[in-house]
């Protein structure tokens, strides 16, 4: 049939794509951490190589050529294998949307010819902020849209997978579901903004403005200064590697990244509550409810610990994790039919 044709080639490589999309943001993650973001001063290559210089030979002409960034091991390869991995996603979301648009022209099958086009035009997208987020020396603002559209890539990859794939939900008490609509759109929507603050974070270096929890700096509301944190409109450079930010503005930025917590925290009970009254999603509010508990663990992990590089990665993976559950609650809500029979007209006469 058309409907199981269409589930086995778009279905499986919609979960391909989305598995290497999750390792990309990994690796993105990775690369940021260990402040390899400008590990390469050219781009695409590295120093002009395909990879990166490795030989005694290499990295001389590598630093005659580039004589203020010397080359780096520790800092060149993660750049570039996470470069090649979003290289080889954004061919394979290429070939997707070809063989999508190819497909749904010769057959009748209901195809999401627009879904992948989009895709493939966030790629390109992503494509050019990786490259200015080196021109532009890891400059705050591409930082963290370089990381919501990798995010972005993900989320939309794996709806892919939950629209071209088998689940939907059959339930009772449907029109109970469904008034859960707005709720969870919500959460989702707060999911989003608190990992652009997260992101925001990062890219400012403010993940230990503050270093105690649940206080910040022995006080429950310290100084801050909220207008530097949040000016988008800052200046570009000369490089940002280590944050240009002083102590209250990256103070103000990791505050509103606990406040924002907290925000998507309660919001999440709130749900939570309200979706484990529904058999149908009780397994899905129990999967949010395990990962809410461990983003929230290796949150604060983060701070008391001094960020160490597993956690932090760890944080940033399950971020990602947490905004797919949100994703496919949000799909199941939004396609759940009703499981009664038809009702039938016993009083026709023919």
């Known amino acids: 049939m058309k409907q199981a044709t269409r589930f086995t080639w778009g279905f499986r490589l919609a979960l391909l794509a989305t598995a290497l999309a999750s390792v990309v943001v990994v690796l993105g993650a990775f690369t940021r951490l260990v402040d390899a973001g400008l590990g390469c001063p050219d781009w695409p290559g590295c120093y002009g190589h395909l990879t990166w210089p490795t030989t005694d030979e290499h990295v001389a002409a590598a630093e005659a050529l580039f004589p203020e960034t010397p080359v780096e091991h520790d800092k060149t390869w993660p750049e570039m294998v996470h470069r090649h991995f979003a290289g080889t996603l954004g061919l394979l979301i290429l070939g997707m949307t070809i063989v999508t648009w190819r497909r749904a022209a010769k057959t009748a099958e209901v195809l ?120 988008l409109a800052q200046t570009i450079g000369p490089n940002y590697l280590g944050g240009l930010l002083e102590g209250d503005a990256r103070t103000a930025i990791h505050m509103a990244h ?25 397994t899905m509010a129990t999967t949010i409810a395990g990962v809410l508990a461990l983003q929230v663990t290796l949150g604060v992990t983060n701070v008391l610990a001094h960020l160490p590089l597993a956690v932090a990665v760890a944080h940033n993976a399950v971020g990602a994790l947490l905004l797919l559950t949100l994703v496919t609650l949000t799909h199941r809500v939004y396609t759940a039919q009703s499981s009664s029979p038809e009702p039938t007209d016993s009083n026709h006469n023919g």
């Not at 200015?132 to 794996?158: D, E």
């Open 112 to 231: 999401p010819k627009w879904h992948t086009l989009g895709l493939l035009i966030l790629v390109i997208i992503q494509a050019a902020f990786g490259m200015w987020t080196v021109t532009l020396k890891l400059w705050p603002q591409i930082v963290t849209a370089h990381l919501l559209g990798g995010f972005a890539t993900l989320s939309l990859l794996w709806l892919l997978a939950q629209r071209l794939g088998p689940w939907r939900w059959r339930v009772a008490d449907v029109v109970r579901l469904h008034a859960l609509k707005p709720l969870v759109l919500l959460a989702l929507i707060l999911v989003i903004l608190q990992i652009a603050l997260g992101g925001w974070t990062s890219s400012n270096y403010a993940a230990l403005a503050c270093t105690d929890f649940p206080t910040c700096h022995g006080e429950w509301w310290p100084d801050m200064d909220v207008a530097r944190g949040f000016n």
């Open 258 to 282: 606990r406040l924002g917590a907290l925000v998507v925290i309660f919001t999440l009970l709130l749900l939570l509550r309200r979706l484990f009254t529904i058999a149908a999603a009780r």
